[in-house]
């Protein structure tokens, strides 16, 4: 997202004009992809050896976020979810081992942590479990990518002069191209992900946010307990990206649901 708010974790460099962003990045896959779809991204104004210019867009006010989210994450289910994906992507099997390897992987570094936290560590199995839990039956094919976002939270949606945008597609080999990740990623700020990188002491749980949870995935057709199971790993994701006292409450976060053993 654009750093100037205070909420990204990103390495990217930028520069800001009154009109138009400067990221500095080589790789310009992101932004070819972002070009193909001017009514679900900010304008792709210019490429170069060094990166892309793009409109300049603003947050939206912590107020209106979860608004907004809905409008966008519409706009997200017509305009971006019906495309095929052209990218090549690892079969399902592989792609869950090595999404259960990573996780393990970020259980083990924090595990000191959620033990001084809360007295437990979520298990390998549950870890396991989980990602098998998201993952379609047919888990020796190549799954059906569709085109998604990636990372829509509310701090990588903005608005500019054309109305709200999305900025920061992302991709992984071993994230399948499936719509339910983009839910779990806006349950991620319906819980209050960017109010607690803006000081807020703890995320609600899922019982608290019930509500919204629910009407967000009946507003895109989407299941809400894969959207739930996807949030549950993209927090598990964020950990290492965290300051310490956001990663505090992120662990807390865990003990505090009882999906989470």
């Known amino acids: 997202m654009f750093p100037n708010t205070g909420l990204g974790r990103g390495g990217s460099r930028f520069e ?16 070819s992809f972002m070009g193909a779809f001017p009514d679900v991204f900010v304008k792709i104004l210019a490429l170069s050896d060094a990166g892309y210019s793009m409109e300049r867009g603003y947050n939206v006010a912590s107020e209106l976020e979860i608004d907004a989210l809905y409008t966008s994450m519409d706009t997200l289910r017509h305009n971006l979810w019906p495309c095929r994906s052209h990218r090549w992507q690892q079969p399902e099997r592989f792609q869950a081992a090595t999404l259960i390897e990573r996780l393990i992987h970020t259980n083990l570094v924090y595990s000191g942590r959620f033990d001084q936290l809360v007295g437990r560590v979520p298990s390998d199995r549950w870890v396991r479990d989980l990602v098998y839990s998201v993952f379609a039956v047919g888990m020796g094919v190549k799954a059906q990518q569709q085109c998604i976002h990636g990372d829509p939270t509310a701090s990588n949606l903005v608005a ?9 597609p992302i991709w992984r ?22 109010n607690v990188l803006r000081g807020a002491e703890r995320l609600a749980t899922f019982e608290e946010k019930a509500a919204d949870i629910y009407r967000m995935a009946s507003v895109l057709d989407l299941e809400p307990a894969l959207g ?18 956001d990663r505090d409450i992120f662990i807390r976060w865990f003990t505090e649901d009882p999906r989470i053993p």
Do not use: N
């Not at 990045?25 to 992101?30: A, F, G, N, Q």
């Not at 071993?174 to 806006?186: C, E, N, R, T």
């Not at 996807?230 to 300051?243: A, G, S, V």
């Open 173 to 194: 080999d071993y994230i399948p191209g499936d719509p339910h990740v983009d839910l779990g990623k806006a349950y991620q700020s319906i819980l209050g992900y960017e």
């Open 160 to 168: 500019t002069s054309r109305g709200l945008r999305w900025i920061d």
């Open 16 to 31: 800001f004009h009154p009109q138009h962003v400067i990221k500095f990045d080589p790789d310009l896959t992101v932004p």
């Open 228 to 245: 739930m199971r996807w949030c549950m790993i993209h927090m598990l994701r964020l950990l290492p990206y965290q300051t310490d006292r």
